[in-house]
């Protein structure tokens, strides 16, 4: 813990102006949308794909599932970020993903000659490499975040990056759509992406943040409330940027749905009247262009204009000299060490193995270490609404809680919750997973109009995760201060001399949402089974993205509060990796590829169309593949609710008698 004197010291030395993560998450925010771009959208040109290099749906699903093989190696790029830092990873991470990008679409539009056996593990190895080089990104993105921000924008701020990921697929469809013209092919939706991973991480990554070394003296100076200077207009241009998009995306999806009828009698009037309708010209082309980067780039990069929030502190607060300033600091001291004497008394209650135990008294106080800030003088709109209230006594000097254990990944995996936490991710990934990767096949099955369809059910798919991803950092973060759910329980541990202990919980613990995600996708995929026309297959489309967007926020915050933070880099990408890893080999490969050629028609036997033997029709082609997904979903939610009772009581706190 900090004297007093260094404290004092650090208020001289460390100007607010210096110590603020708004860059660093301007940089976040910006690379943030790139990572749910191409990983999302292999259903966008998939199709065209299999059919440029006449591959079998078997070869396709090998190539889409080979992407998300690479998660059970995700825990390498974390470790990387943790060994390189956050801004080296970055630009390794954008310029190689741009480069194996870039081979990707040249190998695929068959620009580079490639012998035929080769194409199919050439294209699986660049898909691992480009997964790979996507977590490299993700890992970074999603460190600054954790490292930077306090307990009471943590949550949203997760969020609302977990937002701009999800909408990433959908906003990459709707700009190739403005960029497309006759001579673009679904193919070059990969150079398209290649150029944009250029732009928003490594370009950022270079001119915005600092080297590790000047990153990491910056953490261990600042205490982090000083070093969050996020206020609620911060929050506002974030969420006003994710509805700008979503508005976006939505819109320019609905425009090319309704138009499918005019574009039909376009092609009538070109055939039976011998006349050419003019194409659309160049200059709105590029007007659509720029209104899609304005919205994407605009509200991100005004955090950089918007008050920090010491500037409002500063504007507002009580103290006229820096003598006042001193003298509360030394108050605050005091404070900690009333706390520390507490906390000695209490010791061997306190230390035990596996859950810590949140200590509460009834300080008004937002306390992070010796930094203890009165909400009520703080100016309106600096905390925003649902301010966190900590008590002094759980928090360091460096902004961790004090009694939480901070698991290496060898020591998480030998929990219980550990497993449990890993067979929730898996299926609830992976049933996200096997509709993005067959959603041109879904799609072709129904017998809808593919080049409108597909993009339009990509989109929607990509607004209704982003959505849920947003509202679940939201209303988690509020959940924990709902005073109407009480609950006390006894809690067993071996490392207490008695064995037992009384804890209370008061609010809705984060694991509480696993469970109502769970059942979310059970119904959305039961939902989707039954669908055969077009507007039921958007609507299905859309509750399975919502239901698969919850577990994306949920992951990290429950990593994080559950196993600690100071190894949550290796950890969470850990949960990423392997759910991305397993639940689409499960889900996206092996039950859906073989439901999906054991219902086509004279499979295996060879005719003139070179659709014969390789492509199902039907609802039947994906029906039982929805259903096996919706029972392990139900699966899911029960042992969410063990998960759930299993930690419940790092959330409580200890009934004093």
């Known amino acids: 813990m900090k004297t007093t004197q260094q404290r004092i010291e650090h208020y001289h030395h460390y100007a607010p102006e210096t110590t603020s993560n708004i860059r660093l998450l301007t940089c976040a925010f910006l690379a943030a949308l790139t990572t749910g771009g191409v990983v999302y959208s292999f259903g966008l040109y998939g199709a065209e794909l299999k059919s440029t290099l006449q591959l079998s749906q078997s070869q396709l699903d090998t190539i889409s ?3 998300f093989c690479a998660g059970l190696l995700s825990w390498i790029p974390g470790l990387m970020v943790d060994h390189l830092g956050v801004r080296l990873s970055l630009i390794l991470g954008g310029t190689l993903g741009a480069l194996f990008m870039t081979i990707y679409w040249a190998v695929a539009r068959q620009l580079l000659a490639v012998p035929p056996d080769v194409v199919l593990p050439l294209l699986c190895g660049l898909g691992v490499l480009i997964f790979m080089t996507n977590s490299l990104v993700t890992g970074s993105v999603f460190k600054l975040i954790v490292a930077t921000c306090a307990p009471h924008t943590k949550g949203s701020i997760v969020g609302a990056a977990k937002g701009y990921v999800g909408l990433g697929s959908g906003l990459y469809a709707c700009l190739f759509r403005a960029l497309r013209t006759a001579a673009v092919l679904d ?33 261990e100076a600042t205490p982090i409330l000083d070093l969050d200077q996020t ?27 309704f138009g499918d009828d005019y574009d039909s009698d376009v092609y009538k009037a070109e055939t039976s009247y011998n006349t050419k309708i003019e194409p659309i010209p160049q200059e709105i082309r590029y007007g659509r262009i720029m209104v899609i980067l304005i919205a994407w780039i605009g509200p991100i990069l005004m955090l950089l204009v918007v008050p920090p929030k010491s500037k409002l502190f500063h504007e507002n607060n009580e103290y006229d000299t820096i003598e006042d300033v001193e003298e509360s600091l030394r108050n605050d001291q005091q404070l900690d060490d009333d706390d520390d004497d507490d906390d000695d008394e209490e010791e061997d209650l306190d230390e035990f193995t596996f859950k810590p135990l949140v200590k509460t008294n009834s300080s008004p106080a937002l306390a992070y270490g010796a930094d203890i800030i009165d909400t009520n003088s703080v100016p309106r709109g600096m905390l925003g609404k649902r301010a966190l209230r900590v008590s002094s006594s759980t928090l360091s000097s460096s902004g961790a809680r004090r009694d939480l254990p901070n698991y290496t990944l060898t020591q998480m995996l030998r929990t219980l919750p550990a497993w449990l936490f890993a067979w929730i991710t898996v299926i609830r990934v992976g049933s996200g997973t096997m509709v993005t990767n067959n959603l041109g096949q879904m799609v072709e099955s129904l017998k809808l109009p593919k080049h409108t369809t597909t993009p339009a059910a990509l989109a929607l798919f990509s607004v209704a995760q982003a959505v849920s991803r947003v509202g679940t950092g939201a ?3 509020w959940a924990l201060s709902w005073e109407w759910v009480h609950e006390q329980f006894t809690y067993k541990s071996n490392d207490l001399d008695d064995g037992t202990l009384r804890l209370q919980l008061t609010g809705l613990p984060r694991p509480a949402f696993l469970i109502v995600a769970s059942l979310a996708g059970s119904c959305a995929h039961i939902f989707m089974s039954l669908t055969t026309t077009r507007n039921l297959f958007l609507v299905g489309i859309c509750f399975a993205g919502a239901a698969f967007g919850t577990i994306w926020p949920l992951m990290v915050l429950i990593v994080g509060e559950v196993f600690g933070t100071r190894n949550i880099g ?37 005719d003139d169309d070179e659709l014969d033997g390789r492509t199902c029709f039907g609802r039947s082609c994906f029906f039982l593949s929805h259903i096996i997904i919706a029972c392990l979903s139900f699966s899911c939610a029960l042992a969410s609710y063990w998960f759930y009772c299993s930690t419940r009581h790092v959330y409580a706190s200890r009934v004093r008698e």
């Open 65 to 67: 599932s080979s992407n």
């Open 187 to 219: 193919l070059d939706f990969l150079l398209m992406s290649a150029i944009l991973a250029v732009l928003a991480v490594t370009l950022p990554a270079w001119i915005l943040l600092p080297s590790r070394e000047q990153l990491d003296n910056l953490l």
């Open 231 to 257: 206020t609620a207009v911060h929050l506002r241009c974030l969420y006003g940027g994710l509805v700008l998009l979503a508005s976006m995306v939505v819109g320019t999806t609905l425009v090319s749905l």
């Open 475 to 477: 209303l988690s973060d």
């Open 570 to 606: 290796q950890n969470y990408m850990f949960y990423d990796g392997l759910a991305g890893a397993l639940g689409t080999l499960l889900l996206s490969k092996y039950v859906t590829q073989t439901i999906y050629e054991d219902h086509i028609p004279n499979a295996g036997v060879g």
